[in-house]
Every structure is written in structure tokens, then in C-alpha cells.
């Protein structure tokens, strides 16, 4: 065995790096489609999330290119000579694109695709503490998500193609993913069924949410404490804290919702005595938390990742920790940011202002520590590193501008401008997307077992960057100019910012489309991932790639995960094997 | 793992064997405390310590649940108490009581029955599960008593409601503002008595008149008519003024119809949504708990469980715990307010 080192000898006696079984991995132990469907297995629940999952963002993201197509010019005409039937097309097509994006692809991808395959791997476990709830979770999800498309499909097509009402009826939804009072207690779209879909989806929410603290809680092996979980874990624990809390409430607020248009409850409909602002109050303490679902799981892979190709022990794993439960705990106290303009008391937009800074803080604690993870590393500018780097670097602008729209003043100011939509999709696009990307292609050897072509992976995470930054960084001055949202018109002096946006956005998707090329030509030509590619002292990787159906032939023991002085490189292997025996008596666990 | 006399091995003959059997206590087949250990977990605490947890934290989504209903029941209540004031006499408080203590005593059966299914008592589990699954039934049939006397009222949810009748709906128009609305069987039977003693407590114009406020609220032309007493938690305060003459304070149970301010008028149908909306809830989680409690009951008459393996008895009565303590906080909200 040859080593890259100065240390030839260091190897002998060592157990070797684990080797596929004969029998097989999760992928090939059993097969059929039954096989597939039925699992309880959390990596191939993992595997079907990730299909359905990346489905709806192919969904959401051909709809905001369509979007963007139309906003090309400042006065398209879908429909010759009927502009309103243009904008009943617009507001059906952006009521899809957030809808589907916020509920069906940004909050499940990375708890349920990557949280879902790597928690128990983390833990040393076999699985999730409860399988058949996260399968459960998975067709809660599937079925809330098909109908839920298939009413806001309807809709489009519906304006497209009047025709079709005759085929299946009315339908749709052109509220916005908000679905806001007074308006959606009059609309005639299909508010209901949308309503209906969104509260299945948030059940599936819940219940990975519920399995997640649970595994937690109590499948850390001895030896992990509290304090030796990989970071990735604690932004799960803390997501899953508010998808548990936040999440019921949006439960109530579209059941409240769905009454007031069956019964005539008057809850919210101002017309029967109601109160509008109320339905923005508990929307908000679902949404805005879940905003907070979605990159917080996202911060999660940025420290994994960071310090694995930083070869460099996370800095200030501590502080790290506690941001990630300090913004899900900030989080739930700043919902009324979004309504600094609904006519709220100006005692509380001061306290939510001043609220919202206070997340600025946790937020900076770990953008500064990711940073200091950098500094003096040995730096490996490998795919899944240049997707955190960009990821961060985009988190930066996105949450900088954040603090714009919480400072009062200069919200009523931007209020419902493209300055808010480019600064959440900075956070969501730039942040969470880039992370989750990354973070596919970390975990992608271990779920399929091959490597990508790092170099094509490398051009096209330039190409997505690129594009991201063209679409949306114009968004912000033509929002600081007074560009409202929503809109499928605009006067001819935002032109040329809404032109540059366009061609932006479809870079962007070409970048996405390489990836998922990249990916996809892996699986078939891509060469044969060993156990442990990047080096990392985390317990996924101390088992063959992919992992057997039961995760480890041999339990691993835990030690500190972002130690990599026990890895070393070796060029036979194309991989790290680790060159100490584990450490033999484990620290006993945390209570 | 049989239980053996220690006398056993030391039996001499067959015969004596043969006796000696009859007087043995009966072979005891100890259950395997591993029988329903899934492959993920190491201990057996493990797992009934992690469906503990989960299920704890389930039941914390249900009062957040439930929570999005109190918090609109304190926004409106605190903004109209004079309206939930006169709304809840509407109620019947007695069969509200009565179903409170039906799910108390329901509840108690069911922590016994889980202490039984700790002992393995099947038996004694089952009729306890039964006895619990028979409050369910109580509680429902006289929530359904409740539902069909107050829709007999009139009291009931959405358009079916008379107060949103009478100021919203199609009739407004016959319906004066100022009248007590009618019934759907007739005139309305509770309220009559309270407001024949109270009618010199009905402000005078004058008095309104001295503490008018603008009614924010796009209401129909009966209500612009009459000027809005002042909404908040002083509206019943200033409604019932009646000028500087030391009378005795009005008990709050009199308060009328004809009292009510207009604003309030406006809002008086939202207590029975809110009621409808909450006890409604409630009811679904008590059908839910009850399938539940058959679904475990099926499985204690069956054996399926032993000292080593109760969890499902343990979690649906943590579930229906929950259902109690839900009811616990409704009654009082709804139906003893002062």
C-alpha cells in the first residue's frame, strides 16, 4: 500500500477501509419498485424525497423562467389584445412558482433529502426512530403535493387553454403562496383545495420534524454527547424545533381560512366583522419561522462541509451550536416585520424591528466562525467547498439586506418591491439552494457510491453563480426605485434592469441543468467512490459507499467529527482511510 | 421460561412425578421482553423512551394547534367582552359541566387502564379501556344534545347563525338592529327573564350620545344609524353607564340584547364561530382518541400486550390526556365567563 505521505510504514497492522459486501448495498439488496415504495429504510425514503423533491423545484423553476420570460418586455401580450387575460396568466403562473418552491421544494430539501440520509449515519444508527412515521411523512408529502400542483396547474392551464374549465372545471389559485385575506375569502379561484394541499404538506413537515428530535434525542450512541454532535445535527435539531412549533399554527390558520370561505365563520373577513390583520399575524408565525426552516438546514451543510475541505478542526463549534437554536428561538419573535406596513400599533414595529436585528446576530456569530474555519486551513477547492464558499458569499448580501427591510423607515419605503423579492431569494436561492447543491454533491458518493466530473461540476457552479447574481442583485436597485412586485407590466424605465434579470435567470437555469447532468452521467460513467472521499471524521463515512441497508457492519464509535488528524490520504484509494485505530474507551454520553 | 418446584429433580418414581405434577402451579409462560424490539433500537427503554418522546412532542403540535383558536378567542375577547359576556348565557352551561366531568372521570379510567396493561391485567385493561371508550361516547352524544338545542336557538356556526343574520345577512332588512333576533323555532326562550329586570339599566340616548366613537367597520345603514358606544375592553363599562346616579352595579349575566352597542352587535355572531370552531375541533380529537382507545382495546383483549410491551395503551392515553386538558380550558372559556 503506498501512501501520499512521508510515512510508508504507518499502515501496517491497520484494519483496512471497509470494502463492499458481497450482498450488496442499500441500492441493490432487494428490488422492485415494491420494494422501493414499502421501504422503511430512511436512506431510500431519503432517495424517493429527493426524485419528488427535485421534481417540484424543475416545476417551480419552469414557471419563474416563464415568469421572467414575460417580464422581458414591459408590456407583454400573452393573449393578443386581452391584457387582462395576460395578468390572470401572471398571477396564476407566480402563485405557482412561490407555492410550489416555498411548500414543496425549500423547506422538505434539506431536512427531508439530506437531513433524512444522513442524520441516522451521523448517529452511528440503523435508522430514524420511528421509519414507518418518516415513510408516513413521505406520502403525506406525495399526496399533498400532487393535488396541491395539479389545483395550481389547473389554474394556468385553465387561462391558457379555456377549453379545459369544460374538461375539469374551474381551479387554481391567485393569491400568492400567502393565500392573504380579504382577497382570498373573495377570490374566485380555487382557495380551498390549495388551502387543503398546503395543510397535508405541512403535515408531512411535522412528522419528519417530530422523527428528527426524537432520533436526537435518543439515538446518539455513548460517547456522542450533546457537544460531539456534527453541526449538520444541530441545525436539524433546530429546524425540526420549529417545524414542530410553527407549523400547527399554519395547520389552524388555513383551517380558519378554509371555514371562513365554507362557513362564513367572520373570523377574517372583514365584511362579516372579521379581522385581516389577525390571519396576517398567525400567517406570519408559521412563515416567518419557516423561513428559518429553510436556511438553518442550510447553515447545517456550510459548517460540515467548510471545515472537512478546510482540513481544519470547525472554529467555534460552541457558538455555532447555540446560533442555530438562538435563531429558531429569535425566530419566532420577529414574524411582525412583515406587516410593518398592515397598520400595525408602531409600538410593535418597534419591538419587531428591533427584534429582527437580533437575529443579524446569531447569523453573523456564524458567518464569522465559518470565515475563521478558513483562515490558515488547508483549503480544498473541491465542488460541494466552491458551492459553500458561493453560498455564504450570497448569505452575506441576502441577510445584510435583510436588516434594510427590518429597519422601519426603509421598509415603508421598499415594502412589496423587487428589493424584498431579491433579498429572499438571495437567502433562499443564494443560501439555502447553493448549500443544498453542495450538499448533494458531498453526500453524493455516499448515496450512489460514484464521483462526479469535478472539473464540469466546477463550470457550472460558476455559470449558477453567475446567474444568480445577474438576476437578482438588479432586483434590488430596481426595487430601491420603486419596482412593485407582483406586477406583469411595468413603465418602460425598469426595462432594461428586468431584461438583464431575465437573461440572468436562464443562465441560472442552464447552471442548474449542468448540475443536474453532471449528476445524472455520474450514476452511469462515474468512477467508483471510496468510503471516505473528503477526509471527514464524521460516522457517515466510516462505512462503505453506498452504505449497506443496515448503515455499518460494525458499530462505529463516535469521536470529535471535525478531528481529521486521523485521516489520511491515499492515492491507491482515491479516498482517505484513517492511519489510528478509533479511540477504544468512549466518553461516557451527555444525560 | 417455566417456573419450577425446587422439589422437582429430587422426585424418586414416576407415579409420585405424576402426582407431584397436579400440585405444581400451573406453567407460567414468562412473555420475551424483546418480542416487539425493532431492529434500530438496543433496549426495549430505548424504544418505548423514543415513542415517549415522540409522542410528546406530537401533542405539543396540537396545542399549537389549538393554540391559533385560543389566541383568536383572546384577540376578540378582549376586544368585545360585553359580547362574549351576553353570548356565552346562550350556552348550556349544565351540559357543559356534565361532559367535563364525563372526560375527567374518562380520563381517570384511563390512566388506570394503563397501570392495568403495566401489570399485565388483560382483563381489568379491557373493561377499563371499554369504561374510557364509554365517556367518549357520552361526552359526544351530549355535545350532540348541545349542537341540536343550539342550532334549535339559532345560536349556530356560519350563515346558519342569527346574529349574523341580523346584521349581515339577507334579512337584516327585517330584522331591525335594534330587536332581539328571531329564532329559527321562534321567539328565544333564554335572556327574556334577565332583560325584563333590567330595563332601566338600558342607556338613554343622551347617555350614548356622550361617548360616541367612530365604528371603523363597514357595517350595513341600520347600525351607521345608532352611534357606536366605544369599542375595547371599556365598551361594557361605558354601555351600561347610567349618568352619575349611585345605582347598584348591574350583574353582568342581565346584560341584553337591546344593550349591546351596536359594535358589539356586530361582533356577537363571532362568539358562537369561535365556540363552533373550538368545541368542533375538540370533537374531531375526542373521535380521533376514541378510535384510538378501540383500536388498543382490540389489541388488549387479543394479548397483545405485557409488562414488557404497553406503549400503544401508554401513548393513546397521553392522547386522550390531551383531549381532557383541552376540554379542562374550553369550559371555563366558553361557558363561565364574568
Excluded at chain 2, 352619575?244 to 348591574?250: K, V, Y
Amino acid at each position: 500500500m503506498s501512501v501520499t505521505g512521508a510515512h510508508p510504514g504507518i499502515f501496517d497492522g491497520l484494519p483496512a477501509a471497509p470494502r463492499p459486501e458481497p450482498g450488496g448495498n442499500y441500492l441493490t439488496q432487494t428490488r422492485g419498485l415494491r420494494s422501493w415504495l414499502l421501504t422503511l429504510d430512511h436512506k431510500r425514503i431519503a432517495l424517493m424525497y429527493m426524485l419528488g423533491v427535485l421534481s417540484a423545484y424543475l416545476l417551480g423553476g419552469c414557471f419563474a423562467l416563464a415568469l421572467r420570460a414575460i417580464l422581458f418586455h414591459h408590456n407583454t401580450q400573452v393573449f393578443a389584445g386581452n391584457p387582462a387575460r395576460t395578468w390572470e396568466f401572471y398571477n396564476n403562473m407566480f402563485t405557482l412558482h412561490g407555492a410550489v418552491m416555498v411548500f414543496m421544494f425549500v423547506i422538505p430539501a434539506i431536512p427531508a433529502v439530506i437531513g433524512n440520509f444522513v442524520l441516522p449515519m451521523m448517529l452511528g444508527a440503523k435508522d430514524v426512530a420511528f421509519p414507518k412515521l418518516n415513510l408516513a411523512s413521505f406520502y403525506c408529502w406525495v399526496g399533498g403535493g400532487l393535488f396541491f400542483c395539479f389545483i395550481l396547474l389547473k389554474g394556468v392551464l385553465n387561462v391558457a387553454f379555456p377549453a379545459l374549465i369544460h374538461l375539469w372545471g374551474p381551479g387554481g389559485l391567485d393569491t400568492g403562496w400567502t393565500f392573504y385575506t380579504p382577497y382570498s375569502t373573495t377570490t374566485n379561484s380555487a382557495v380551498i383545495s390549495a388551502t387543503l394541499g398546503a395543510f397535508i404538506l405541512g403535515f408531512s413537515s411535522i412528522l419528519t420534524g417530530v422523527n428528527f428530535i426524537a432520533s436526537i434525542h435518543m439515538l446518539r450512541p455513548r460517547g456522542m454527547g450533546w457537544f460531539r454532535m456534527p453541526l449538520l445535527l444541530w441545525a436539524l435539531y433546530a429546524t425540526a424545533v420549529i417545524q414542530v412549533l410553527a407549523t400547527p399554527v399554519l395547520g389552524i390558520t388555513l383551517l380558519l381560512l378554509i371555514a371562513e370561505r365554507t362557513l362564513h365563520v367572520g373570523i377574517f373577513d372583514p365584511a362579516l366583522g372579521g379581522d385581516p390583520i389577525l390571519y396576517q399575524h398567525f400567517f406570519w408565525f408559521y412563515s416567518h419561522p419557516a423561513v428559518y426552516i429553510m436556511i438553518l438546514p442550510a447553515m447545517g451543510i456550510i459548517s460540515e462541509v467548510i471545515s472537512v475541505f478546510s482540513r481544519k478542526h470547525i472554529f467555534g463549534y460552541n457558538f455555532i451550536a447555540a446560533s442555530s437554536l438562538a435563531i429558531a428561538f429569535i425566530g419566532f419573535l420577529v414574524w411582525g416585520h412583515h406587516m410593518f406596513v398592515s397598520g400595525q400599533s408602531p409600538l410593535a414595529d418597534a419591538v419587531f424591528s428591533l427584534l429582527t436585528f437580533a437575529v443579524a446576530v446569531p447569523s453573523a456569530i456564524k458567518t464569522f466562525n465559518w470565515t475563521m474555519t478558513l483562515y490558515k486551513g488547508d483549503i480544498h477547492l473541491k465542488t460541494p467547498l466552491l458551492y459553500i464558499l458561493m453560498a455564504i458569499f450570497l448569505f452575506t448580501i441576502g441577510g445584510l439586506t435583510g436588516l434594510f427591510l427590518g429597519s422601519l423607515s426603509v421598509d415603508v419605503q421598499v415594502h412589496d418591491t423587487y428589493f424584498v423579492v431579491a433579498h429572499f431569494h438571495y437567502v433562499m436561492m443564494g443560501t439555502t439552494l447553493f448549500a443544498f447543491v453542495g450538499g448533494l454533491y458531498y453526500w453524493w458518493p455516499k448515496m450512489f457510491g460514484r464521483m462526479y466530473s469535478e472539473n464540469f461540476a466546477r463550470w457550472a457552479a460558476v455559470v449558477a453563480f453567475v446567474g444568480m447574481n445577474l438576476t437578482f442583485f438588479v432586483q434590488f436597485i430596481m426595487g430601491a426605485q420603486g419596482m412593485p412586485r407582483r406586477y406583469a407590466t411595468y413603465p418602460a424605465q425598469f426595462t432594461i434592469y428586468h431584461q438583464i434579470s431575465t437573461i440572468g435567470a436562464f443562465t441560472m437555469g442552464l447552471g442548474m441543468f449542468l448540475v443536474l447532468l453532471n449528476l445524472l452521467h455520474s450514476l452511469k460513467f462515474g468512477k467508483k467512490a471510496p468510503p471516505n472521499p473528503w477526509g471527514s471524521n464524521s460516522l457517515e463515512w466510516q462505512t462503505t459507499s453506498p452504505p449497506p441497508t443496515e448503515n455499518f457492519k460494525t458499530r462505529p464509535v463516535p469521536g470529535d467529527p471535525y478531528d481529521y488528524t486521523g485521516w489520511r490520504y491515499v492515492s491507491e484509494e482515491e479516498g482517505y482511510v484513517r492511519i489510528q485505530p478509533p479511540p477504544a474507551a468512549p466518553v461516557p454520553a451527555a444525560p | 421460561m417455566a417456573r419450577t418446584p425446587p422439589s422437582a429433580d429430587v422426585v424418586p418414581d414416576q407415579a409420585q412425578a405424576v402426582a407431584l405434577a397436579r400440585y405444581r402451579a400451573p406453567v407460567e409462560v414468562l412473555p420475551d421482553p424483546h418480542q416487539h424490539l425493532a431492529h434500530h433500537f438496543d433496549t426495549p427503554k430505548q424504544q418505548f423512551d423514543a415513542a415517549k418522546v415522540g409522542m410528546w412532542i406530537f401533542l405539543a403540535t396540537e396545542i399549537l394547534m389549538f393554540g391559533g383558536l385560543f389566541v383568536a378567542y383572546s384577540v376578540w375577547r378582549a376586544n368585545h367582552p360585553e359580547v362574549f359576556l351576553y353570548a356565552h348565557t346562550k350556552l348550556f352551561r349544565y351540559l357543559g359541566a356534565t361532559n367535563t366531568v364525563i372526560l375527567i372521570c374518562s380520563s381517570f379510567t384511563m390512566a388506570c387502564a394503563v397501570r392495568a396493561a403495566q401489570l399485565n391485567q388483560r382483563r381489568l385493561t379491557v373493561f377499563l379501556l371499554a369504561l374510557t371508550l364509554c365517556g367518549g361516547v357520552g361526552f359526544l352524544c351530549v355535545k350532540a344534545v348541545e349542537y341540536t338545542r343550539e342550532y334549535r336557538d339559532g345560536d349556530f356556526v356560519g350563515v346558519l347563525n342569527i346574529y349574523q343574520q341580523a346584521v349581515y345577512g339577507k334579512n337584516a332588512a327585517k330584522i331591525h338592529i335594534g330587536e332581539e333576533p328571531q329564532t329559527h323555532a321562534g321567539a328565544s326562550t333564554q335572556g327574556q327573564g334577565a332583560s325584563a329586570t333590567t330595563v332601566a339599566l338600558v342607556p338613554s340616548s343622551a347617555t350614548r350620545a356622550s361617548s360616541p366613537a367612530p365604528s371603523p367597520w363597514p357595517l350595513g345603514l341600520e347600525v351607521s344609524k345608532v352611534t357606536p358606544a366605544p369599542p375595547g375592553p371599556a365598551g361594557l363599562r361605558a354601555g351600561l353607564r347610567i349618568g352619575d346616579e349611585d345605582l347598584p352595579t348591574p350583574k353582568p349575566f342581565s346584560l341584553t340584547w337591546n344593550e349591546l352597542p351596536p359594535f358589539a352587535k356586530a361582533h356577537t355572531h363571532q362568539f358562537f364561530q369561535l365556540y363552533f370552531l373550538m368545541t368542533g375541533l375538540h370533537a374531531i380529537h375526542v373521535i380521533v382518541g376514541m378510535s384510538l382507545i378501540l383500536w388498543v382495546l382490540i389489541r388488549a383483549a387479543r394479548g397483545s400486550f405485557n409488562q414488557y410491551y404497553y406503549t400503544p395503551v401508554d401513548l393513546v392515553g397521553l392522547y386522550w390526556h390531551l383531549v381532557d386538558l383541552i376540554w379542562i380550558f374550553l369550559f371555563p372559556l366558553l361557558y363561565l365567563i364574568h
